[in-house]
């Protein structure tokens, strides 16, 4: 029996309530609610981060921790490992209309394809 394909509009839906339920409604919202620093320039290369050990250029600064990114990171799979294994009970979108619809990755496309073409799969997926 030759599998069948999930609708690309239904993985669109997929990919939307995924990304909105497994990482935007993470520990990311924390990161992200602080004070965004302001640039004359614009490129923020006139904007610093002091510190006691010197100045740090916004371009050079981590943004994230290695405590909060893996913080994140283990909240993000635990979210899509739940996700993943309540699938029909959690596709539900809420605020995705305002989201751009969602396009392939190019680099992870590029994986697949290689991946499914070393297992000898029958046409590659092209977008």
């Not at 990482?23 to 923020?44: K, M, Q, W």
């Not at 994986?111 to 590659?124: I, K, L, M, Q, T």
Request: glycine content about 4%.
């Amino acid at each position: 029996m030759p599998e069948e394909k999930v609708p690309d509009e239904a993985m669109r839906r997929v990919a939307l309530a995924l990304v909105e339920h497994c990482v935007r409604n993470t520990r990311l919202e924390e990161i992200h609610a602080g004070t965004v620093p302001d640039s004359v320039i614009g490129d923020y290369s006139d904007v610093k981060v002091v510190t006691p050990y010197g100045e740090i250029p916004w371009s050079q600064a981590s943004r994230i921790s290695d405590a909060e990114m893996k913080a994140l990171m283990i909240d993000i799979v635990n979210k899509v490992y739940t996700f993943l294994t309540h699938l029909e009970d959690v596709v539900v979108l809420r605020d995705f209309a305002r989201w751009n619809r969602p396009e392939h990755d190019p680099a992870l496309l590029a994986f697949a394809n290689r991946r499914a073409a070393s297992r000898g799969a029958e046409g590659e997926r092209k977008d």
